[in-house]
């Protein structure tokens, strides 16, 4: 169980982590391989990634609730790693859409689910707990890749950048592949499963919607893809905007990791939805009045914490009012759900910005306020599950 948490930690560092950065790679492109476009078009490689990544959850978790993760894993590394390979060598927008959008996305879809679901196989008390540890590796990859692609493209260029990141998750990803096991327990006689029966649940749709305005307004993404190009249209210079990011996704790693035991203690669905509700605030408070770098820095920092608890704490939701042995399937298709707000919230920030002329205060709001609405529609399937308002739930 523990080398489960442990190999899903290295794959969610790779993976997830790299996709955190991509605020790096947009704005390399808008400066250098992709200058002739706007942010819009451009920001549609990071979301058709995360469309790819979301909507192949169903698919992966029926597979691995009948064969379990290795195989999975090993497609799914092998899809990764060329993915990175090709995007080092890609000149073309159609190129990059196909290599660091379509496969990428695969390739991540391919490693994340089998990692998160196995660990939740393996604990029930502890779940939050166990999957807030895993999903740390996300936030730790976001805080290592920003840093780590800026100062090599400068050093040895992008090509060679990219290559570096994609051998050192080639690695890490193989180790991965070796540790993460599923719980014997979800081999016995498999139940009967419901299909698409959890699609008439009015929890589990409730979560599915919530979860979509969420992916919708931020999918926890929006500031994550943008904040480097704000902090440079505030004159800061691009070393400190990529630094910014960078503390973003370090104040994520606590966020996935302390929000998750909390919630093991007091109900998931009792923290998930007030931290979405506060994640959405920061955005609409704190982002929309952050025009120094200090400002920026307490924003990024918090807004990483908040929503740091939505990526960790929604999978043991999901495996909470789901059985066992559909688990994967179960979780995969909430983020095949999700998928397609998460197409669009990246691409429709882009172009709010474009037509407020650079302005980013209707991206900001739009991204808060679809936010606060989700973690309302979470915080009715709490009380679909138990009304009372002090229940552990």
Known sequence: AYLTIFGAFLALFCTFGQMNAFGTFQAWYTTHQ???????????????????????????????????????????????VLSIMMTSISTQYYQYILSQGV??????GLLF????????????????????????GSGLGGVVFPIMLQNLFERVGFGWATRISGLLCGVLC????????TSTSTHKAPAQLAGLQCLKEPRYMLLAAGGSLVALGACCFVPYFYVVD?????????????????????????????????????????LLAPTSFLAG?????????????????????LYGFFSGAFISVITPCVAQISDIREI??????????????????????????????????????FAGTTMVAGSLLILGVKFLINPMLLARV
């Not at 496969?103 to 991540?108: A, D, M, N, T, W």
């Not at 990692?115 to 807030?132: I, P």
């Not at 370090?250 to 929000?259: E, L, Y």
């Open 230 to 270: 704000y902090a440079q249209s505030l004159g800061i210079s691009s070393h400190m905007a990529f630094v910014v990011l960078a503390l973003m996704n370090a104040g994520g790693v606590f966020g996935r990791v302390v929000p998750a035991i909390l919630s093991d203690s007091i109900g998931r669905f009792n």
């Open 34 to 80: 992709l200058n002739t476009l706007d942010a819009s078009t451009i920001s549609w490689i990071g979301s058709l990634q995360l469309w790819v990544f979301f909507f192949s959850g169903g698919p992966i978790g029926y597979i691995f609730d009948k064969c379990g993760p290795r195989m999975l894993m090993m497609v799914g590394t092998i899809c990764y």
């Open 174 to 181: 193989g180790i991965a592949v070796l540790t993460v096991t």
């Open 328 to 365: 994967g399937m179960r979780i995969g298709l909430m983020y095949s759900i999700i998928s397609f707000s998460a197409l669009i919230g990246g691409p429709v920030a882009g172009l709010i910005l474009g037509f407020n002329h650079g302005s980013y205060n209707g991206m900001v709001i």
């Open 103 to 108: 496969l990428f996305g695969l390739g991540v």
């Open 113 to 136: 689910y089998p990692s998160l679901s196995s660990v939740s196989t393996h604990f029930a008390t502890y779940r939050a707990t166990a999957t807030g540890l895993a999903v740390a």
């Open 281 to 301: 605030l920061l955005i609409l408070i704190s982002w929309m009045f952050a025009r120094t770098l200090s400002t920026l820095i307490v924003f990024s920092i």
